[in-house]
């Protein structure tokens, strides 16, 4: 009997236990659900969120094949870092055609992958396509003339230059570690407006460097009301049409019918992702048509050197929302995200770089995650043995 009667006390307590633990998920906020529910991002989360198609146009142009075509074997060396870094897509674009593309972990060249903060550099060439068409006419326009919400004893201050060059000086917190933190609240939340209303201008803007994904956010709601459209459909008319981008891409919203989270989701392949670099290697022209203007692209791949950074050094790493590497005498503006994705662009060889993939380094070297030389060293050795 007293074997049973502590057998009714254990399945009681786990009832209870069950009971509790669903009444305290139940009553979370829903970004914290989704949160304990997926644990990490991941490269395919378009397919957990909702998201607006960012449309490609009638007339695709697909990469012509370089006569060199994927002639080249990869070193041992080149296929231990794709496999450490759990690469889905290698991909080398020079002189124009496809010299060189790898994909792996049963990704194609028509798989999505989400860019991460490769969407932050898309956001900016939208910016330069803005100023192209007369929607904005000075990146030092004030950004409360567009958004006349803004908060803080220092929102007067801001312009869009501070907005692309991380210099905000905002309330915003940049934490990809912790359950709680605005990123993450940005990228499961679903009310993604209200949470860059919350956003203050504590302090000067224009003086220290801050990566922060708000930023971003605030330039596409600027975006918006300068242009009207959403940023989705912004992006197909003035870069993904144009480009000719072979498939439509998708920007993952806040909610259905929702916001773009401009700082992190943009998806799309490897092929369609090189249309941007290398919409960026021609200085903002494509086909003769200029999508960007020549002067943007330049201060856009230029370092802010005027900035410091937290660790009060010169900001020669960074621009207008492109990362910017110096390496054996090479000039090499990227677009990154947090788990390798990068779009790097090679003006003294004529080239474009794209990977894609699970991981990247957790070490860094003069500010670049150390795996950014793997893919930079890979892509030269694929050209210099081709030319």
């Known amino acids: 009997m007293k074997k049973s009667a502590d057998t009714n006390k254990i399945f009681k307590a786990i009832i209870i236990f069950v009971v509790a633990v669903t009444a305290i998920f139940t009553l979370m906020p829903d970004y914290l659900q989704k949160t304990l529910i997926f644990l990490t991002p991941d490269i395919d989360d378009h397919r957990i969120f909702d998201n607006r198609e960012v449309a490609a146009g009638d007339k695709a142009h697909p990469w012509p094949l370089s006569n060199q075509y994927n002639n080249f074997t990869l070193s041992t060396t080149m296929v231990d870092s794709l496999k450490e870094y759990e690469t889905v897509a290698f991909m080398v674009i020079h002189r124009d055609s496809l010299l060189f593309e790898n994909y792996r972990d049963q990704h194609t060249d028509t798989t999505l992958s989400n860019s991460f903060s490769v969407a932050k550099s898309i956001v900016s060439l939208l910016t330069g396509c803005a100023i192209n068409d007369g929607y904005i006419e000075s990146l030092d326009n004030k950004v409360i003339n567009y958004l006349p919400w803004l908060k803080g004893s220092h929102r007067k201050d801001l312009t869009i230059r501070h907005l692309l060059t991380m210099s905000s000086a905002s309330s915003w917190k940049e934490s990809y570690t912790s359950p709680f933190s605005v990123t993450t609240k940005a990228y499961y939340g679903r009310n993604l407006n209200q949470l860059i209303r919350d956003i203050e201008i504590i302090r000067h803007p224009g003086i220290v460097f801050n990566y922060r994904s708000g930023d971003t956010q605030l330039l596409a709601a600027i975006l918006n009301e300068a242009t009207g459209m959403t940023l989705s459909e912004y992006a197909s008319e003035k870069l993904w049409k144009p480009l000719g981008a072979e498939r439509s891409a998708l920007w993952s919203l806040d909610r259905k019918g ?39 692209i330049k201060e856009m791949i230029t370092p802010v050197k005027y900035l410091t950074d937290e660790d009060a050094g010169m900001v020669q790493y960074y621009g207008l929302h492109w990362w910017i590497l110096n390496y054996e005498g090479l000039h090499i503006p990227y677009a990154r995200g947090i788990f390798g994705q990068y779009i790097f662009v090679i003006p003294e060889y004529n080239a474009v770089v794209v990977r894609l993939g699970h991981k990247r380094s957790r070490n860094y070297r003069d500010k670049h995650p150390t795996d950014v030389y793997s893919w930079i060293n890979a892509a030269l050795e694929i050209i210099r043995k081709n030319q």
Not at 272 to 284: C, I, M, Q, Y
């Open 258 to 296: 929702g916001t773009e989270k401009a700082f992190c989701c943009f998806n799309s392949n490897a092929g369609d992702f090189a249309r941007l670099g290398h919409l960026v290697l021609k200085n903002g022209t494509v086909r003769n048509q200029a999508l960007v203007p020549a002067s943007y």
